[in-house]
């Protein structure tokens, strides 16, 4: 493979150009006061081994009804009770230090752990106890976090290699070669898979559906188009994760498109010209994606048309979107969470992640369950927090209540 394929998205973070040897400054927006309706109560906290940004793009933290699990880049995988405990220690259900570097997982499916390595290992680990219960090698870097269908794993490799492997024992059952670009975009999103059909964003700027059961391509669309001089210029990944609706895959592009496509024949119901590579979030209504510049945009969803954007958070190096109740939820790279009302894109609420071990630092990966909000940080912490109607709220509340009852 070649070694000098990817770049670290904190390249472009930091503005690097392919045009010449300047830098686009990018200097991040200053929040404005804010009123906030949502605050966050630490719930518990543990330390882990801190992680340079180029390292943690695959990462992810996994769940079941009393555990979450999560990895490091220097190769622990940890298990942590839901329930805040007394002490740090009981917080830990199990570690297992593995010797290679983990770069995407863990998955969660069926009592396992599914993760992938820098040297290009599958992993399996029980759940229950964290052992590893088999190994596979594949041709390298193991970036794309998996995808688990039934008794099958579907993941991805650098060096532009699909593979189908067997959940139970990591045997390989197919995999399927495909010519990547010189430089990409260090990571490579995740398989998405939909009733036998595999859907792929590759480097090259195009979606892929494929056969699950062979491997052999249905069809393919093009949401990117590589142009300019450099290959930095060039660059058309399809990073963000691909996100199924009713009949329609959308896909984004970085220096692309983004797309709704028709899952029978790969053709473009509509595309919009917005470069992104961070993973968007789609309901009945619109679909939420973060653009570049750290511009938060709503489109239609039935025709693609744009609803609002938001320019409060530009250049905030935000992270992927989620969802929380009727919210967006948006962490970006200073350690801020925000909450933006989806209808009309407003900042509706802010709070500030810090840890013991430093303030303002990188969120790597954040998961919401219910009102809990789950978050791992660049200098390795794994944070439990409480989402809660902040001290405003609940006295505006107190106040309507006790008018209405005077009435």
Not at 2 to 29: D, E, Q
Not at 215 to 235: F, H, K, Q, V, Y
Not at 236 to 249: G, I
Not at 389 to 396: G, R
Request: hydrophobic share 40%.
């Amino acid at each position: 493979m070649n070694l000098f394929r990817t770049v670290s998205l904190i390249l472009l973070a930091l503005g690097l150009t392919a045009c010449s040897s300047s830098k686009v400054v990018r200097v991040p927006t200053a929040l404005t006061p804010l009123d906030s309706s949502i605050q966050i109560e630490r719930n518990w906290q543990v330390q882990l081994s801190a992680m340079r940004n180029s390292e943690e793009q695959g990462l992810d933290i996994a769940q079941d009804t009393q555990a979450v699990f999560v990895a490091d880049s220097e190769g622990m995988v940890s298990a942590f009770k839901k329930l805040n405990q007394s002490r740090w220690t009981d917080q830990v259900i199990w570690q297992n230090h593995l010797s290679e570097k983990i770069v995407s997982g863990p998955v969660l499916a069926q009592g396992r752990l599914i993760i992938g390595t820098s040297k290009g290992k599958v992993i399996s680990l029980s759940a229950m106890d964290g052992q590893v219960e088999w190994q596979t090698q594949l041709s390298s870097e193991v970036l794309s976090k998996a995808t688990i269908a039934g008794d099958k794993i579907y993941t991805r490799t650098v060096d532009g290699k699909l593979y189908e492997l067997n959940l139970g024992s990591g045997e390989v059952v197919w995999v399927k070669g495909y010519q990547v670009p010189n430089l990409s975009l260090r990571g490579a999103s995740p398989v998405l898979y939909d009733n036998k059909v595999l859907y792929v964003g590759w480097e090259t700027g195009k979606v892929e559906a494929v056969s699950a059961e062979t491997g052999n391509t249905i069809w393919e669309a093009r949401i990117a188009i590589p142009s300019g001089r450099t290959d930095l210029e060039r660059m058309v990944d399809v990073q963000s994760a691909l996100v199924l609706k009713s009949d329609r895959l959308i896909a984004l592009g970085y220096h692309g498109k983004l797309a709704a496509i028709s899952l029978e024949s790969g053709n473009l119901y509509y595309a919009q010209d917005v470069s992104g590579y961070r993973d968007f979030i789609v309901d009945d209504q619109a679909i939420y994606m973060v653009d570049e510049d750290d511009v938060i945009h709503a489109y239609d969803i039935s025709n693609g048309t744009e609803l609002w954007n938001q320019v409060g958070l530009k250049f905030r190096n935000l992270g992927d979107l989620l969802s929380y109740k009727n919210m967006i939820l948006a962490v970006d790279g200073y350690g801020y969470v925000h909450w933006l009302d989806k209808l009309h894109g407003t900042i509706v609420a802010r709070a500030k992640h810090s840890n013991d071990y430093g303030d303002e630092n990188i969120v790597i990966d954040a998961m919401v369950d219910g009102d809990t909000l789950y978050m791992l940080d660049s200098q390795g912490t794994v944070n439990s927090y409480q989402l809660k109607p902040s001290d405003l709220m609940e006295h505006q509340t107190a106040v309507v209540e006790t008018a209405e009852q005077g009435k």
